[in-house]
């Protein structure tokens, strides 16, 4: 090789390590970071064929863990398997040791390494491993992370070895260069490989931390406990479902994997706000409270006593008569109104005929049956929510948004907040809290909307309503739809890709 030969190697050498080398420190995926790492050794050296294993601790003792293979003369289907880091094999031995290997010949191995080539898999395939260049992967403190495995140098890269004479024409040895400059890449690649690893599990620090954090607020309420984590699993499902739709505005749209977990973190912390909702309110279970029933039972069974030593001394008149007669009825309809769901017309009339009933306190003071908190309680129309009680529930969306503008999100988790704070607007602009509508709301946020409106609907019983089964909860979707509120395309993905069904799954 002249001189300009070998400078026009040498730059090629220095381009392609920088090419490689940026795209690697971007790399924030393990899998894809191993799988550039072995294709790119196997192209510089222009190999057919080779393999990358981890190091990793199984019941305090090191394993090599098969993790990715290439083989470009054949099709190999991949199946993870395990060696010890002993020197019982190849690849072991090189962990073992820290040396890196160049057997020019693997049915020639040098008799002082003790190894033998094992050619099982060779068989399996068909195919004929003639040399190899096995280099261990150390980190900065020396110790070994991976095994980079690469196998047949050939004197032309795309040429596929099919026949015997190709493995006998084609195949050359690894030159010594070569080996040292594969050892630097492994090495860098080592550091890079530790950094994306501890970002991996910095990321699921953080998950783990939100998932317990969100879990511990929502059990305040035993009633809705599990709710965001639902909604989270539902919004990773829709996603998905939305990169595979091939109809409608919205089927060349992918989700990144990035914002996939955007979106999944929007989802867990749409209702994160709730932690400042009183718990009078949000605990609340009926239209009254037990004490307050219990209080109201007392007050009826008091002045029944009364009406009694009333009519035994024969001081009662007619309007008392016709009180005592109805007092028993008035507490059993109280009593079973406190836990509707929902009241008729005639159940209001009725509370307005029990509103209007005086009786004589002890002191000989007319006070009212049920004083006006309780008959405006009794009187909610549906639910168990006063109007008042309903409007600072509603707060939590701005309590969410509040504790949410507070957290430094980096670049890939920007729009969290964004997506969360919108799931209760809707298309028409008569949501809450900011009365947004559609074009002002991401499509992100509008799914969620979908979703959270699904899973409250379909979650375990309220004491104020059943759950309902999926084919009525997705007929009250339809009639959101129909009504202007949810976005009618991402309705229709949700039903035709069946993403509600996660939920059974799980």
């Known amino acids: 090789m002249n001189n300009n030969e070998t400078i026009n190697k040498l730059k090629y050498t220095i381009m392609q390590l920088n090419k490689i080398g940026m795209a690697l420190s971007q790399e924030k995926d393990t899998y894809k970071l191993l799988e550039s790492i072995l294709e790119f050794a196997m192209e510089f050296t222009k190999s057919d064929a080779g393999s990358l294993y981890t190091v990793e601790e199984k019941e305090e003792k090191k394993i090599l863990k098969f993790a990715i293979t290439r083989n470009n003369s054949r099709e190999i289907k991949f199946k993870e398997f395990a060696l010890n880091v002993d020197k019982n094999s190849i690849a072991g031995y090189a962990a073992y040791t820290g040396d890196y290997l160049n057997l020019k010949n693997v049915k020639e191995i040098p008799r002082e390494l003790s190894l033998k080539y094992n050619d099982s898999f060779d068989k399996i395939i068909n195919y004929k491993t003639i040399n190899m260049l096995v280099v261990p992967m150390k980190d900065f403190e020396g110790n070994v992370i991976g095994i980079l495995q690469i196998i047949n140098k050939k004197k032309d890269y795309n040429k596929k070895l099919n026949s015997e004479d190709d493995f006998q024409n084609y195949i050359i040895p690894y030159e010594n260069e070569e080996a040292e400059m594969v050892i630097s890449i492994a090495s860098q690649v080592a550091v890079l490989f530790q950094r994306v690893k501890l970002y991996e599990k910095i990321e699921m620090l953080f998950k783990s931390f939100m998932e317990t954090m969100v879990a511990t607020i929502d059990a305040r309420n035993p009633e809705t406990a599990g709710h965001s984590k639902r909604v989270a699993i539902l919004a990773l499902r829709f996603a998905k479902s939305i990169n595979n739709v091939d109809y409608g505005s919205y089927k060349d749209y992918v989700f990144s994997n990035e914002e996939l977990m955007e ?8 209702d994160i706000g709730k932690i400042g909702i009183s718990e009078n309110v ?14 109201i039972i007392y007050r009826f069974k008091f002045i029944k006593k009364n009406l009694e030593i009333k009519e035994f001394k024969n001081l009662i008149n007619e309007e008392e008569k016709g009180i005592y007669n109805k007092l028993d009825e008035y507490l059993d309809f109280i009593v079973q109104t406190n836990t509707k769901g929902y009241i008729t017309e005639e159940e209001e009339e009725k509370l307005e005929e029990i509103k209007k009933v005086k009786y004589e306190d002890y002191d000989g003071e007319l006070k009212l049956l049920i004083d006006d908190f309780e008959f405006k309680n009794l009187k909610i129309k549906r639910g168990n929510l006063t ?3 309903r409007k600072h529930i509603e707060k939590h969306v701005i309590y969410t948004d509040q504790i949410l503008k507070k957290i430094n999100w980096v670049e890939n988790l920007k729009n969290v907040r964004s997506i969360a704070i919108s799931h209760h607007e809707k298309c028409n602009g008569t949501g809450y809290p900011f009365k947004l509508k559609k074009e002002q709301v991401s499509f992100k946020g509008r799914m969620l909307t979908i979703l959270d409106i699904f899973e409250a609907l379909t979650a375990r019983d ?3 309503r059943k759950a309902l089964d999926v084919n009525k909860a997705l007929n009250i979707l339809k009639s959101e739809v129909e009504r202007g509120y949810l976005d009618s395309e991402l309705y229709e993905i949700f039903i035709k890709e069946k993403v509600y069904k996660v939920l059974e799954e799980k």
């Open 462 to 464: 309220r004491a104020y």
């Open 282 to 295: 949000l605990l609340k279970k009926n239209r009254l409270t037990n004490d307050r029933i219990g209080s």
């Open 263 to 270: 979106f999944y973190y929007a989802a867990l912390l749409h």
């Open 387 to 389: 109007q008042e009680e």
